[in-house]
């Protein structure tokens, strides 16, 4: 089955630890993304990358950070540095091309809780 | 901030009846514009997508409604189902840079039979 994954599904950190949240897709995207969903805010943008081994800020990135060593992988790291990072986290990918319909396909999200 | 301006908050519509949700936005960048449904506990998925170019997008129940001048475009849902009943998000897709997508803060739906 082609898509994006996610996991762990349910995560519990303590304060002052960090976490790593894993994603995987095997579209053949190019483009990854992490998005942050809370109550009532919609989807804010934390980090993305548009091809292997580069990556950028979005609007959100202060206390996060991610790698992207391979096309497929793009884990993100929620650090003790993130001050509420209680939240539904959210990856997706698309093809990364210059059209306009390009789309983004989303994982199933991770739900982590600080304890 | 980009920003893509969403409601209502929450809808409650009887079965059978037509669901509307409103999207507007001011950026003339954004040239494409997506509608994503989320049930409880999973990630979005696409619905329905539309391009300024077009004033209409139909697919089974689902209409997308563009207006171009007053930069608003809106999801209408035809005889709405229980199943129906999740989170709608609009979104609009920028034209430079990366592409960046924007979404709107969500629309929660219930479908009461």
């Known amino acids: 089955d082609g898509g994006i994954t996610q996991s762990p599904k349910y995560l519990f950190r303590k304060e002052g630890q960090n976490v790593t949240l894993s994603c995987e897709q095997n579209?053949?995207?190019?483009?990854m993304y992490w998005y942050r969903q809370d109550p009532g805010q919609g989807l804010r943008l934390i980090y993305y990358s548009q091809i292997v081994n580069d990556f950028q800020k979005g609007d959100i990135a202060e206390g996060y950070s991610v790698s992207r060593e391979k096309k497929e992988s793009f884990p993100l790291t929620v650090t003790s540095a993130q001050k509420n990072p209680t939240a539904f986290y959210l990856c997706?990918?698309?093809?990364?091309?210059?059209?306009?319909?390009?789309?983004?396909?989303f994982g199933p999200g991770t739900r982590l809780t600080v304890l | 901030q980009q920003q893509v301006k969403q409601s209502p908050q929450s809808l409650i519509v009887q079965k059978g009846g037509i669901s509307i949700i409103n999207c507007a936005y001011e950026?003339?960048?954004?040239?494409?514009f997506p509608w994503y449904q989320q049930f409880p506990g999973k990630g979005p998925a696409l619905l329905i997508a539309i391009r300024p170019d077009v004033s209409e997008k139909k697919e089974g129940r689902f209409t997308i409604s563009f207006n171009k001048s007053a930069k608003q475009f809106s999801l209408h849902i035809m005889d709405s189902q229980p199943g129906d009943s999740a989170t709608y998000f609009c979104a609009a897709k920028d034209s430079g840079g990366y592409q960046k997508v924007t979404f709107g803060t969500g629309t929660k739906l219930q479908v009461i039979p």
């Open positions: 950026n003339t960048a954004f040239d494409y």
């Open positions: 997706a990918s698309s093809g990364g091309g210059l059209s306009s319909t390009d789309t983004q396909y």
């Open positions: 579209l053949n995207h190019d483009a």
